[in-house]
Nanobody, 125 residues
Framework: QVQLGESGGGSVQSGGSLRLTCTAS????????MGWYRQAPGNECELVST????????WYTDSVKGRFTISRLDAKNAVYLQMNSLKPEDTAVYYC??????????????????WGNGTLVTVFS
C-alpha cells in the first residue's frame, strides 16, 4: 500500500515562505490526483489545493490563491506546495493526500488512509 509522507513544515514569520514536499513509498501516485489539506487546532480540516495527474490542472481555495503554488514531479514521486506571503491564519497541520474514491472530502483521522501524517506550519506575526 502506498504511504505518503510530508516534510518542509516549520515556524516562519508572517510574510515568509515555506515549501512542503510530499513523497510516496511502497508505490507511486503517477495516475492519481493529489492535494493538500490543512487543519488548524480546534478547526475543521480544509482542502487547500489539488492537482490532477492527467493535465496538471490546479485548484486552490480562495484564501491561498496567488500565494500558494502546487506542483508535482511524478519522476520523483513527489508533490509540492510552495507557500509564499504566509499569514498567521495559515498556521495548521498540512496533510498531503491522494484523491479518495469519495472525492475530496475531509474525513476523521481513522479514515485518512489516503493521507500522510502531516507536517506543522506555524506562522507568527
Amino acid at each position: 500500500q502506498v504511504q505518503l509522507g510530508e516534510s518542509g513544515g516549520g515556524s516562519v514569520q508572517s510574510g515568509g515562505s515555506l515549501r512542503l514536499t510530499c513523497t510516496a513509498s511502497g508505490g507511486t501516485f503517477y495516475d492519481t490526483d493529489m492535494g493538500w489539506y490543512r487543519q488548524a487546532p480546534g478547526n475543521e480540516c480544509e482542502l487547500v489545493s489539488t492537482i490532477t495527474w492527467s493535465d496538471r490542472r490546479k485548484w486552490y481555495t480562495d484564501s491561498v490563491k496567488g500565494r500558494f503554488t502546487i506542483s508535482r514531479l511524478d519522476a520523483k514521486n513527489a508533490v509540492y506546495l510552495q507557500m509564499n506571503s504566509l499569514k498567521p491564519e495559515d498556521t495548521a497541520v498540512y496533510y498531503c493526500a491522494a484523491k479518495s474514491p469519495a472525492g475530496w472530502i475531509c474525513v476523521p483521522v481513522e479514515r485518512r488512509e489516503y493521507w500522510g501524517n502531516g507536517t506543522l506550519v506555524t506562522v507568527f506575526s
